[in-house]
């Protein structure tokens, strides 16, 4: 069996989009379950742009969840005006719906690997909140977000070591900040971030006036990231309308971004595949 998480065709009718996504690291470090658990070793499971993330009862046993942190109304508000602001300097979706799929993209990964629950879970809340620094600016919003976080975060009971673990992955999944996988939580946020390219983030309602960022996400309309633990592998699986956008314009764009989620897949302990239209490209 396969694992997988995909961002479903069915938003791609949804143009517009008002709100449509603990230790130390070395200890962090994935541990793939052995092999002959009752895991299976890879997965499929198709997500949905909507999709509400759960959350495990081991998880919410072990301290506080996602859902406490996406119900903080300090963080919900920060979170419109990360999305609201972006989208007053031109940039696509990045609010609700990037948070809620990153979150769930992140989590999915690390669960499929075989990671323990609260793992997961902060793998969850820090993709959730990866992008709320763009509520400051967009300049080094990875590190203003990460501060932002910090007191809401201890409000809300986090441990000192898992608000370590949280701000280093909200502060290094941005390529043009340096950013770089520090830690299983933040390598996961990586590749669940980057991996949201979609039609449903484009704001631009006038197909004429796209930029190459409009065009690369409206052209994608299908996203799914699939992990197999049994071969180590992670594969972004895409769907692109060429006709909407070439795939030089792809690449021309999330070039580096794909390196970088390469690079967080080798601290997963796995490969990094790239397939496009059924084409596997990396
Ligand atoms: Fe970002
Ligand atoms: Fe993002």
Redesign the pocket.
Known sequence: MRRAFALGSEARERRHVSRVSTVTEAAQAPRPGAEGTNAPDERKKVHRAETKTKTPLEAKRQGPTLEDVRTDERVRTYIRAANQQTGAIGYTE?GERHATTSADGARFILRSLGHEARRCELAAISAYL??IG?AITRDR??QTGALLVKGILEDLGFTTAELATIMGAIAN??EAEGGLPVSAVSAAVIIA?KSDVHRSRVRNPKTTTFDIHDRVNYAATSAEIKVSRKEKLITLDLTIDTEVAPLMEYFEIFLTRMMLSRRAAEFLRCRFALVINNTRLL
Request: hydrophobic share 0%; charged share 35%.
């Open positions: 990045h990866h992008d763009n919003h990875g999944h941005e971030d």
